[in-house]
């Protein structure tokens, strides 16, 4: 990343556990707000944000119906990592971050 984790305000912090909380709508709208889009923290949470709530949408209805609604646990995870990024901190979820990585949307 070309910003440092210094230069993070609160308001990035703020928008990137919104990502989480709200995803995939908010990770939408921060994609089309031009000033959010372009700060680098911003752009980190919000590409994981977007790709986990488009796989959470798939999977957690199948796996709530095989574990009879044991499968909603999934969703206080993408709370913790909400935490996390307004603690300013960068998360390292397997796959999805390597994904993002690789396809240098983050």
Not at 26 to 42: A, C, G, Q, S, T
Not at 54 to 73: E, W, Y
Request: glycine share 4%.
């Amino acid at each position: 990343m070309s910003q440092p984790m210094n230069d993070v305000t609160s308001d990035d912090k703020l928008w990137a556990a919104l990502a989480y909380v709200f995803s995939p709508i908010v990770p939408i709208i921060l994609f089309l707000m031009e000033d959010k889009k372009n700060r680098p923290f911003i752009r980190a949470h919000n590409a994981q944000a977007l790709v986990l709530g488009i796989v959470m949408i798939i999977l957690v209805p199948i796996i709530a119906a095989v574990t009879f609604g044991c499968g909603s646990i999934i969703w206080f995870i993408m709370l913790y990592w909400a935490y996390q990024a307004y603690q300013g901190k960068l998360i390292t979820i397997p796959v999805v971050t390597d994904l993002v990585k690789n396809q240098g949307w983050a």
